[in-house]
């Protein structure tokens, strides 16, 4: 984000609304995916946050939805 606007990313949690303020285009399917990914952004920030950690299964799922989210990014920022 701070590559493409020039400042400080703003104190918020939103994986969805940081990519926009990023100006960056990406499919509903990343989309879908950093808002899923939302609740673990909060925990991470507030570990004592009341947040359910996801199951073996579930983790594995999310690795394996953003890994699509990743590709995308890094095809972006190399445009």
Known sequence: MCRQTRDLA????????????????????????LAAMNPFAIAGRYPDSPFPLPTHDEA????????????????????
Do not use: I, W
């Open 10 to 33: 703003p104190r918020v949690h939103n994986l969805v609304r940081l990519a926009e303020l990023a100006a960056l285009h990406l499919p509903e399917s990343c989309k879908d995916t």
């Open 60 to 79: 594995r799922g999310y690795a394996e939805r953003v890994q699509e989210v990743f590709t995308c990014l890094m095809r972006l920022l190399s445009q």
